[in-house]
């Protein structure tokens, strides 16, 4: 029962970091009608911001500030790629999966020649935080707590923003159909703006969760995350948020028992099979498709 | 004839026929990278068949063209007419798990690598007779009333069923051949290289693939023969020291392309105009 | 009627293609601070291309202007938060999203306060009973009440209306349209696009026909309504 209960715990909280980053991508999904398979890449760079400041100033608000900056800053600077890929006469959205493959593909050589010779970094004691709270097995790290509750905070203000602002209320218009929308009147190059600002904050947001929760990154790290992430907003139904919501939380479950019960490198592969089971037999997602 | 020649010339013709492999299927906008898993599992069954039960290369590599259809025919009759997205998570997934189970059992060499596979004392003449029986093959395709049909699918999926074409028949036909294809570029890979490793199957190739496919030009199967040869004849004129940053090239060519040409150098039309004029 | 203080819309030597198919051809209109002005034509003779094209929905080459303002270089949100608002053929609005939403929407660039829309519902019964419902599940009529309650909810002084008789009962029809002459007494300046010619014209102050987008015919209302060409060709069905 202690192990069944400290691998929920531990699930959980990995669970947070996937709703978070399906969240972003799905945003950009629906609003600015791209896939961005670069935007774990941007993650892991926000990282390696936060590592790079950390190991500088020891500052932690500096760091967070900087992490921050920098996640919007990368996604706001990939906007003008994407908006001219998007506005070329009979090119589709498969396009923009395409390029996003070759920027991820960028940034993974930039950062495996420049930064700390390409070896995998690793953030401090101090900054990953111990455990504050052990009944027997059952091990409470605050990094774990960082992420349940910036993980309820960060979901629950992005779905008041969705449904009681304006800003919210066009990306939901943009995303029913682009057309009406423009129909109405909504701006839509900033409401396009915006969901790539907001999906930078929240990239800023999860590096530091992130960042603390495995106290590690390599430039690897973000292809295994942009396949898992590529993988639940599928299995939930391409763009649809609320089935995001549900299948980040049992990925990071799922993926922690598989810790918990199999040796090593296998564990990895348990989480990929089940998810590879649920699109064969449902291509379409489990809770339906937003977008075609 | 030099060995840099010879390494130059095996590995651009391996890499078209994986550039066909994912070209066949992308015609009806399917992203099919369970080829390179399928590239991966043949190129190890080769092996294994060659250094422990002394298989020659001939019936290896038909065994390998069939294991390869079979897998992606197996597959294809749930991804055969499934959204882009889903067959691209589908292959990657499989790619990931293969290359897993390739890192953590021993039999295979695990992370270190499977050695000794006999190499194939004349690989170019093998490889060119069959790259131009493979590429019969797809012209045959290409201008038949299945290559049309997957035309108009490419463009409106919704007016090809109106005209009673069959998306997910053809996806399914697609997808069987192009494994086929991708089994054959496996065991050609083993008997050419001669030592397997499971990192060379990941997101490099898949990258590099798609650099080809999309840099030559997806609208015309000729496209991929000078985008390989180019692509990887550069790094090997380059030094080394620019060299390495071979993908972050690739990379960047492959957001050029796509924001400024994105059917690629190489299309169709062009070469129509190309043949009228003669 | 050319002079500056009659000018509102002004629309001139107006060219649209889609790719190479031209569906309007030199057109030029206009339309007066308060009138009520009609666009008559047969299917595809380019009405809503000409409405889709003053809200730069459809690329115009020319030149359109509203009150001194060139709107050809603009985006259609530019455009709406000038005053102009266009109510779609055939009630477009987001089907997944409650009628209040769609109306909080439409204030986009209005006043968004509750009053604003307070007023619209009191102004379609209809649509206050309905405020929670799924606009999706509305009927047409209802679909198309909340679409005009929308397009007014912007501000606009000028409002298009693409044939709001489309696909609807003869009595919601004629409720559309006794909305459309309220709204024009108020002070809103309307351009209606119609196939129910005498309907319409029966409205209106002046009228344009457009047949396979040229401007072949403009002139009071009254006047066309006994144009024998016209009754000829557009009043066959609809008596
Ligand atoms: N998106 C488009 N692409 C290509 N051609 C179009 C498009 N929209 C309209 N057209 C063409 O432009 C012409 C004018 O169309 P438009 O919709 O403006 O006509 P209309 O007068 O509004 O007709 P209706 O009364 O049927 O609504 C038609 O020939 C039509 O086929
Ligand atoms: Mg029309």
């Known amino acids: 029962m202690e192990f069944f209960i400290a691998q929920v715990l531990n699930g959980l909280s990995l669970g947070s970091i996937y709703v978070l980053l399906v969240t972003g991508f799905n945003l950009m999904l629906l609003v600015a009608k791209i896939i961005q398979f670069a935007y774990p890449q941007f993650v892991v760079i926000s990282m390696y911001a936060t590592w790079a400041v950390l190991r500088a100033t020891n500052n932690v608000i500096l760091a967070i500030l900087v992490t921050i900056v920098v996640s919007i800053a990368l ?114 190059f900033k409401t396009s703006m915006m969901s790539y600002l907001i999906a930078g904050l929240l990239g800023g947001f999860i590096a530091l969760l992130l960042s603390m929760l495995i106290g590690t990154a390599s430039p690897w790290l973000g292809e295994s995350v942009a396949l898992k992430v590529l993988a639940v907003s599928i299995v939930a139904g391409l763009g649809n948020l609320k089935g995001g919501l549900f299948v980040g939380l049992a990925l990071g479950v799922v993926e922690s028992f598989a810790i918990g019960y199999v040796a090593g490198s296998w564990s990895n592969v348990i989480a990929f099979v089940i998810m590879l089971i649920v699109i064969l037999t449902k291509p379409k997602g489990l809770f339906g498709a937003a977008v075609e | 004839m030099s060995s840099t020649l010879m390494y130059f010339l095996g590995f651009s013709m391996i890499y078209i026929l994986m550039a066909w492999s994912i070209y066949l299927p992308y015609r009806v906008k399917h992203l099919h990278f369970l080829t390179v898993a399928t590239m991966a599992v043949t190129s190890y069954m080769g092996g294994i068949l060659a250094v422990n039960f002394g298989w ?137 290289v001669g030592s397997l490793f499971p990192d060379f ?78 | 009627m050319n002079n500056n203080e009659t000018t509102f819309l002004n629309m001139n030597n107006v060219n649209v293609f889609y790719d190479s198919i031209q569906a309007l051809k030199n057109v030029s209109l206009e339309v007066a601070k308060g009138e009520f002005v009609v666009l008559i034509g047969a299917n595809g003779a380019g009405k809503s291309t000409l409405l889709k094209s003053i809200l730069n929905i459809q690329a115009p080459k020319g030149s359109i202007n509203f009150k001194g303002k060139e709107l050809t270089k603009l985006n259609t949100d530019k455009i709406v938060a000038n005053g102009i608002s266009i109510i779609p053929e055939g009630h477009l609005i987001f089907n997944s999203m409650s009628v209040l939403e769609n109306l909080q929407l439409g204030a986009y660039h209005g006043k968004k306060n509750e009053q604003s829309i307070e007023n619209i519902l009191e102004y379609f019964p209809i649509l206050r009973e309905r405020k929670e419902q799924t606009a999706g599940t509305l009927s047409g009529g209802e679909q198309q009440m909340l679409s005009i309650g929308r397009g007014l909810l912007s501000d606009p002084e000028l409002i298009l209306v693409d044939e709001p008789s489309l696909g609807l009962a003869p009595k919601i029809v004629n409720d559309i349209f006794n909305i459309l002459v309220k709204l024009n007494n108020i002070g809103y300046t309307i351009l209606l696009s119609e196939q129910n010619a005498k309907k319409s014209l029966e409205i209106a102050d002046r009228a344009y026909v457009l047949e396979t987008g040229n401007i072949v015919m403009e002139g009071k209302a009254d006047d066309l309504l006994n144009n024998e060409e016209i009754k000829d060709a557009y009043f066959g069905g609809n008596i």
């Open chain 1, 75 to 188: 996604n706001l600077l990939s906007e003008p790629i994407f908006r001219r890929i998007t506005s070329i006469k009979g090119t589709d959205i498969n396009a923009t999966f395409v390029a996003s493959i070759g920027l991820s593909m960028v940034l993974v050589e930039i950062m495996s020649h420049s930064f700390n010779q390409g070896f995998p970094i690793s953030f401090s004691d101090s900054w990953v935080g111990g455990s504050v709270f052990r009944y027997g097995i059952i091990n409470i790290s605050r990094s774990s707590i960082f992420a349940w509750v910036g993980g309820i905070i960060v979901v629950v203000a992005f779905f008041y923003l969705l449904y009681r602002t304006m800003v919210g209320r066009s990306f939901r218009a943009i995303a029913e159909n682009l057309y009406v929308a423009k129909l109405f009147g909504i701006p839509i």
């Open chain 2, 56 to 192: 020659s290369f001939v019936p290896t590599l038909l065994l390998s063209i069939v294991i390869g259809a079979l897998i992606s025919y197996l597959i294809s009759h749930t991804i055969g007419n499934a959204p882009t997205f889903t067959v691209v998570i589908v292959g990657i997934t499989f790619v990931f798990i293969i290359k897993t189970v390739i890192e953590n059992t021993d039999y295979l060499g695990g992370t270190i690598g499977l050695f000794g596979i006999p190499m194939l004392d004349h690989p170019l003449i093998f490889l060119l007779v069959f790259l131009l029986v493979v590429g019969y093959f797809l012209y045959r395709i290409e201008h038949s009333r299945i290559g049309r049909a997957a035309s108009v699918i490419f463009t409106d999926e919704d007016l090809a069923k109106s005209m009673g074409i069959k998306p997910k028949q053809i996806g399914m036909l697609f997808q069987t051949i192009s494994g086929g294809i991708a089994g054959s570029a496996g065991v050609f890979y083993a008997f050419f």
């Open chain 2, 201 to 278: 199957f990941t997101f490099h190739l898949i990258g590099t693939l798609m650099t080809i496919l999309f840099i030559g030009g997806y609208t015309t199967m000729w496209g991929v023969i000078p985008a390989a040869l180019i692509l990887r004849g550069i790094p090997m004129i380059l030094p080394s020291s620019i060299a390495s940053w071979r993908l972050l090239i690739y990379g960047v060519l492959l957001v050029a392309i796509i924001a400024i040409k994105p059917k690629g150098l190489i299309t169709k039309n062009m070469l129509w105009k190309l043949l009228k004029k003669r």
